[in-house]
DNA sequence: TCAGACATGTAAGTCGTTACATGATTCA
DNA sequence: TGAATCATGTAACGACTTACATGTCTGA
């Protein structure tokens, strides 16, 4: 029939940590997920509304006080068991759509100049994310040898609702993920310097 | 309003080969695309059926001579410019779905002993994977270093359509694209080694 | 003969993106 | 006062997956 609503499980691991908002949701998303996942307001929405139907979630407006309206979720108890489910189930392996690569290997019939310049475009966005993941390392690695958290970091622990006795465990997840990015982004990085060499000794053989 | 067609570019960028039938579009895919890109029935014959409403492609019945019914896309010269516009197009950042990390980050609030068990299935299959790779890229590079192709590379050679005078080109394709997939398997496993280290750090500070 | 590969397609349902629509509050 | 951010949502349009449906040919 169809795919596998992992958007559902994503939020339900989110609402896990604390009860918050679909604005909250993307922001959480967009900050600690980004490199390999991504949500949107148009998916959220239903599906927060979704959760609730199933019984996994709660609404609460918290629009008292003055305050702008806003809608908070939270897990019960049957979410809680449903997200343990879902971790506990087998993993699919990664999905990845890489527009580069595609273009690379289908324009294998064009003169290698291309393909060079198609790979230094590559090279060039996978530079700039690299600074700003190494960055953030520099932070979260602070954070732990301190064992104290910078302003910066301080928003970001609020979201997550961590708790003082979890906060290093915490830290350190988001440490992990974040060197993950890493990993990969200095692989990405590691191919273009060799097919950048191997096209350029092609280059050499082909137009002197 | 919607997304970016990028499955009409994919099959139009294998049609700028050779002329194929759906289910050869599929199997070059689902051979050489495998770790970057993937596409289906379901997805395919549609698209051939607008990519000839679109003028980008011809459609020809391959039925002579007691042969299967089968239908031949022939790319146009029209499909070819709009292959070579996309190409010099701004590449989209590749777009990863990685449950493993979702389901990583998630469980923060879980024992460690959890996310290891979770890490550690993961790099069952990852060094899975890359055997695998390893194989191809030792027949791939071995096609390189001698100029000549093994049967195993030859039927591939075919379905591609390459002449013999851009044959080393198009290995070299293949070679490179493999060499990305192996880049990125061994990010993956680094980062394995590295969190379990990292988790198993924690267990012994906790668990004694 | 019979399994496996060849071959084409549809239906149903979900996922995902972007644009649109609306409005409140905060802070410089 | 006006830009940025907070905040919620819908509509339209593809994209994508899976299951289903059907039938042929080849080679062990």
Known sequence: MAAKKKTQF??????????????????????????????????????????????????????ASGKRRRFVYTITRKGKKAFRTWIEAPTDAPI?????????????????????????????????ALAEYRHSEAVLREALQNDAVSDELDE???MTGTDSQSRKKQLNTFYLTLRHGIHIIEARLAWCEEAITSLGADLANTET
């Open 156 to 158: 970001l622990m609020t």
């Open 96 to 128: 990845v759509r890489n527009e580069l690569q595609l273009k690379f290997f289908l324009s294998s019939g064009l003169p290698a100049i291309d393909s060079v310049r198609l790979i230094k475009q590559h090279q060039g966005a996978q530079r700039a």
């Open 10 to 63: 994503a939020i339900l691991g989110l609402l896990s940590w604390k009860p918050m908002s679909g604005y909250d949701v993307k922001k959480l998303v967009d900050v600690g997920l980004s490199h390999f996942w991504n949500e949107n307001y148009g998916q959220i929405y239903p599906t927060l509304d979704r959760l609730v139907a199933d019984g996994l979630a709660t609404k609460k407006s918290d629009h």
